[in-house]
């Protein structure tokens, strides 16, 4: 039963099989095991089989116990799951205190840390081609324009970064460039200072200064001087963070051009939107954004400015096709023309294709504009697009299924011997509950999220997701407490319970329960490493 849901938390199983909590006390473990130990103790059993079966299980109770009541063992346990017990990481003399055991851990985490980032290092950059239909039309070539940046970061040490980049710009028969190289030192751990330069259309040499107030404010200051005209400019910023998912900010920029602008953001796992407002000696400007996640892979977006110097509207969507690829499209009507723009996002590479189809606001063409690319979206995502996906994840599905048939197969005859055993004193339980119209569980199924939102029920003939679940009401009817109360506790992955495993590795999981009490019906359904605690009110049918 392998712990191969990176999206969750790690290193848990131990926990539970105990049935236990990660936070659990010496004396919750001590009490645990020696319930499991009844249950299991293969002297308990006669029959060769059961005897057979109670002494496999018995050893993994004593294993999970004899990590788990260790303090060096747990902690290592606790950060590398399995594979840091079985490094050979000694726990003699040399480590035999708690903090130092503590110390090499989080340096060799560290290291694994350095050792990622720069497997996975990447250079960021980002081209834009700006075509025109219109100077197309009039027969000077369909290229706008066209600029490059390109940033490359290197981290010297534990607390110094520089960053050099550079950029380079062409606009019909002008263009120009500019070169920056940016040292970052961390002070402290709420500290830190910038030294920048710049050569080119824009050079200029600054300093920059940031820290950390409170646990919830930041303070930067920046002085900067232009080598060109010798002006100088002085900013100021403050953040603070408003909620876990809103923070506010305000801007005072002091120079040629000062200002002073207030913005707002707010993100949460299915939106993100953000507004300024900003105030100049030559200029004002409003904008917002507000970005909409409608699933894991596309998101819509809508954007809007006005000012001085803009009033326009953009509007448009994006999907990831990859797991480093995103690809946009946006659609903008404004008083500088109505345009298209398409984005391609591959790790921190960036293409951007901004198309003017008009200077004018022709009310045709600008509906025309938005219509016809939706439409054929939509038309290729119902025909084209959405079937070719489902397919592919389909065939991942089984190919997933073959390569972990061995696996989920031993997993599953090693839960139902476990079941075996459970059975006896699970039936007694509910028994009594049901004479007193306490908790029972009716049904309950662990496995993939897909077929459980379908409303899946097990069958002996099926398609393939019928050897994605498994039934696991014996089980969580044996967890039952004496007061009449079920708790799988937060942050464990449920297929590690005793009388339970993994049946579709690599896919999410969800449990559904169905439950009655009092006389009354209930249904629950909770994810695989959420908490769940029954009966409840809310859960009534």
């Known amino acids: 039963m392998k ?87 000694e726990l003699g003399p040399k480590l035999d205190k708690v903090e130092e055991i503590k110390e090499q851990l989080e340096k060799l985490k560290r290291m694994k840390e350095q050792e990622k ?31 490059m940046g390109s940033e490359v970061q290197s981290q010297l040490s534990k607390s110094n970064v520089i960053a050099i980049s550079g950029n380079l710009e062409v606009k ?27 050569i080119g259309l824009r050079s200029l040499i600054g300093v920059q200064t940031t820290r950390q107030l409170s ?50 953001q707010k993100k ?13 000696t ?28 803009a009033l326009e509207v953009e509007v448009g969507g994006g999907r990831k096709v990859s797991d480093f690829s995103t690809v946009r499209m946006l ?25 003017l189809l008009s200077g004018h606001l022709n009310p045709v063409l600008a509906t025309g504009a938005f219509v016809v690319p939706t439409s054929i979206y939509f038309i290729l995502k119902k025909f084209v697009f959405k079937p070719y996906y489902l397919k592919r994840a389909k065939q991942k599905a089984l190919e997933n299924m073959e390569r972990t048939a061995t696996q989920v197969r031993e997993a599953r005859e090693a839960a139902a011997k476990a079941q075996q055993l459970l059975e006896n004193v699970a039936n007694r339980k509910r028994n009594k509950q049901q004479e007193t119209s306490g908790l029972v569980i009716t049904k309950a199924i662990y496995g993939n999220r897909k077929a459980l939102k379908k409303g899946y029920e097990l069958r002996e003939t099926n398609d393939e997701l019928a050897s994605q679940v498994l039934d696991v009401t014996l089980p969580l009817n044996f967890l039952i407490n004496d007061s009449g109360q079920l708790k799988l506790h937060d942050g464990v ?49």
Request: glycine share 10%.
């Open 3 to 89: 712990e191969d849901d990176a999206s969750g938390p790690p290193n848990r199983e131990l926990y539970a099989l105990l049935h236990l909590s990660p936070d659990a006390s010496d004396e919750e473990i001590r009490r645990a095991y020696r319930q499991w130990a009844q249950v299991y103790h293969p002297d308990k059993y006669q029959a060769p089989h059961m005897k057979e079966i109670a002494t496999e299980n018995f050893q993994r109770i004593c294993q999970a116990y004899e990590i788990l009541s260790d303090e060096n063992k747990r902690q290592i346990y606790d950060i590398y799951g399995m594979e840091g017990l079985n490094s050979g990481l």
């Open 117 to 147: 980032m720069s497997a996975h290092f990447r250079p960021s950059g980002t081209i834009v081609a700006n075509l025109s239909v219109p100077q197309f039309l009039d027969g000077d070539g369909i290229m706008g324009g066209m600029a």
């Open 172 to 198: 019909e028969y002008s263009g120009g460039g500019v070169a920056s190289a940016v040292f970052r030192h961390q002070i402290s751990s709420v500290s830190s200072i910038e030294f920048m330069g710049s």
């Open 215 to 264: 646990i919830h404010s930041t303070a930067t200051m920046a002085i900067s001087k232009s080598l060109h005209d010798g002006s100088i400019n002085l900013s100021n910023s403050w953040t603070r963070q408003l909620s876990d998912t809103a923070s506010g900010n305000i801007e005072l920029l002091l120079g040629p051009d000062s200002s002073i602008g207030v913005g707002w």
């Open 268 to 280: 949460d796992q299915n939106m993100s939107a953000a507004g300024e407002v900003k105030f100049g």
């Open 282 to 309: 030559h200029s004002f400007g409003v904008s917002a954004r507000y970005t909409r996640h409608f699933s894991s892979k596309s998101h819509g977006r809508i954007a809007g400015r006005i000012g001085s110097t």
């Open 331 to 355: 659609y903008t009507i404004g008083i500088r023309g109505i345009f298209w723009r398409f984005e391609l996002h591959r790790g921190g590479q960036k293409l951007i294709i901004p198309i």
């Open 493 to 541: 992955k449920k297929s590690g319970i005793m009388g339970f495993c993994d049946p579709c590795p690599g896919e999410p999981k969800q449990l559904h329960l169905e439950y009655t009490y009092g006389g009354e019906r209930y249904e629950v359904v909770v994810d695989d490493y959420e908490e769940l605690l029954i009966p409840q009110v809310a859960h009534r049918i």
